[in-house]
């Protein structure tokens, strides 16, 4: 069972490394977007900031903003800080096939 799985996992890697690559710049952006908010002031100089991807959620309310920042966070994490993280990782597992040229698994 666990060979069978390694096999597919090997056979699905190629596809989705291009995949992240490819989506790795929209879908970086996209996630900081979420922390990026802009600060107003009214006409009695109250100052209040809202998210600027979308001016309907008051970065000031906890209960409107508090997802929208826990869901860019892990959005970070996971694609900006973990796709180069598995690149490397995935590199560094295939360091002595690359230094010695050859293939490091055939299916």
Partial sequence: LAEM????????LPAVLVITFIAF?????LAFQGL???EFED?????????KADYAVDCDD????????????I???LYPVGVPLMYMLLLH????A???GRPTYTY
């Avoid at 799985?5 to 699905?12: C, H």
């Avoid at 710049?25 to 952006?29: C, D, G, Y």
């Avoid at 006409?43 to 998210?51: A, S």
């Fill in 93 to 96: 597992a295939a360091k002595g």
């Fill in 98 to 100: 690359i230094k010695t």
């Fill in 36 to 38: 990026n908010c802009e």
């Fill in 43 to 51: 006409t009695r100089g109250v100052r209040r900031r809202y998210l």
């Fill in 5 to 12: 799985l390694k096999k597919r996992v090997l056979v699905a």
């Fill in 25 to 29: 710049p929209v879908v970086s952006a």
């Fill in 62 to 73: 906890e209960l409107a903003y508090g997802p929208v920042l826990r869901l860019s966070w």
């Fill in 75 to 77: 959005a970070i994490v």
